[in-house]
């Protein structure tokens, strides 16, 4: 009886082996890239605002809201940052931040020229944006993929073998600038309220860089 079970464990353990091996494939390893550029729909900025005290710095973030409502920016688009107050300083000042956000249809020259005030501080960017951004980094992930397996055909077919059932698929993130603030832009706008009357700097959207998306997928291929 016990040189049955023997046997019998001896012919499991065998399968066993058999099963492991089997399991190991002969694959290939290949990483696909994809690139795409996407024209930003959405810009946010900051703004600062100052008085010499409360209720001058309040008059003022009245001012702000109408004149950014005068040019197309809702009030939701509105949001409050931070406040400041810098009682040690001669004169004493009071300052408030805001984030807006602004789309292609506002018209920016008249947007920066009604913001070229004495009572505001600082303009710059926070952020540049694609509404439909998710939708293009998925399209760019599809054609590495799609690029990977194009470069296992090739690489296969030429020692006369076929690219078989995908054994791993892994999603490398090489490089995205939609939170990226091209500076050549930034510098124009730092002090806008300085020169914004003065110059002829185009603020539209035309003058901002493309957001940049680039993914790797890494593949490994069984062989057939």
Known sequence: MKLKLFLLIGLLTFGSLINAQEIKKNFIEVTGVAEMEVEPDEIIFNVGIKGDNKNQLADNEKLLFETLKNNGVKNEDIKFKSMNQNIYSKPKFFTKNFQFKVSKKTEMGNLFESLNQKWVSNINIAEIKNTKIADFRKTVKINALKAAKEKAD??????????GTPLEIT???DYTSDMIVPMAYRSKVANVQMEAADTNVDYSFDNIENIK??????TKYEIL
């Open 154 to 163: 090739y690489l296969l077919e030429s020692i006369s073998k076929k690219v």
């Open 171 to 173: 999603e490398i993130e």
């Open 213 to 218: 998306l680039k993914y790797s997928i890494k």
